[in-house]
């Protein structure tokens, strides 16, 4: 068998790797809607607990904050691919945090134990990147999922309209919202909405002038984000900025105090799947 078609990159399913390290034990966790769903992983009480946690897309923001965590490590997965590594469908997991053992039973607490026994960020990942070789090996890529990606690619680019999507992949609006639902854990009009709301958080990062940020991020107008900001993060553009400002969020993270941000290219996450 030629052994590079046993070939496996973590990059395929994984767009963003962060690890953090909190003040004194204390992790401030802020979570806009992105459409993704998180792989989460935890060392608690200096080293001698942890867990792994699954959360799912969110459709609101959430305002977290955690005591007794040492460090941990948080790898997002690209929208459309959870469903085939998790073996549940991401709308089961929308607005939900599940221990990674209630999904997948044993092999989710190993994990657990595999993670707390690594001695760095680069074992950790090669551990977890070495678990979902293995089930990414185990399922199959439904055509729904397939569908859903294509729709993500058009709505990340510059096609807002859900009906103009699904025209161009030649299926019905509700063809499309039913894939996208399995595969990403939210309706297309939802994902764009989190899109739109993304683009304006990073772009107030450099800016402060609303309208053109608005115009800019596919608003209809200013009144529009702001009543996006209102029913997506619970605070208007003006409040969400001078909150993250005073605690020194960066914008657009979702974790406060990041120690590290690599992508998993940068880590050079390919190995051999395991046979």
Request: aromatic share 6%; proline share 4%.
């Amino acid at each position: 068998m030629d052994i590079d078609a046993l070939t496996f990159s973590i990059s395929r399913f994984v767009e963003d790797v962060r690890g953090v390290v909190p003040v004194a034990g204390h992790a401030s966790h802020e979570r806009l809607p992105d459409g993704r769903t998180i792989l989460v992983f935890r060392v608690l009480e200096e080293g001698r607990k942890g867990d792994v946690c699954v959360a799912g897309p969110r459709t609101q923001a959430l305002f977290k904050n955690a005591t007794g965590v040492t460090r941990a490590v948080i790898l997002q997965f690209k929208p459309g691919w959870s469903a085939q590594l998790l073996g549940v469908a991401a709308s089961a997991l929308t607005d939900q945090i599940v221990h990674l053992e209630d999904i997948w039973g044993r092999s989710g607490g190993d994990l657990c134990l595999e993670l707390l026994a690594a001695r760095s960020l680069p074992e950790m990942l090669d551990r977890v990147s070495h678990a979902i070789a293995l089930r990414a090996h185990q399922t199959f890529d439904p055509a729904s999922a397939r569908l859903a990606r294509r729709a993500i690619r058009l709505l990340e680019g510059d096609e807002v309209r859900v009906e103009s999507v699904a025209e161009r992949l030649g299926v019905t609006a509700r063809h499309l919202r039913r894939a996208f639902t399995e595969s990403v854990g939210i309706g297309p009009k939802d994902f764009a909405r989190a899109i739109r709301l993304q683009r304006a958080v990073g772009m107030a990062a450099t800016s402060k002038d609303w309208g053109r940020i608005a115009a800019d991020a596919g608003y209809y107008d200013q009144a529009h984000l702001i009543a996006d900001f209102r029913a997506l993060v619970g605070l208007t553009p003006g409040a969400f900025v001078k909150r993250a400002g005073d605690r020194g969020v960066r914008f657009g993270s979702c974790e406060a105090e990041a120690a590290l941000h690599d992508t998993p290219e940068r880590l050079g996450l390919d190995f051999q799947r395991p046979t």
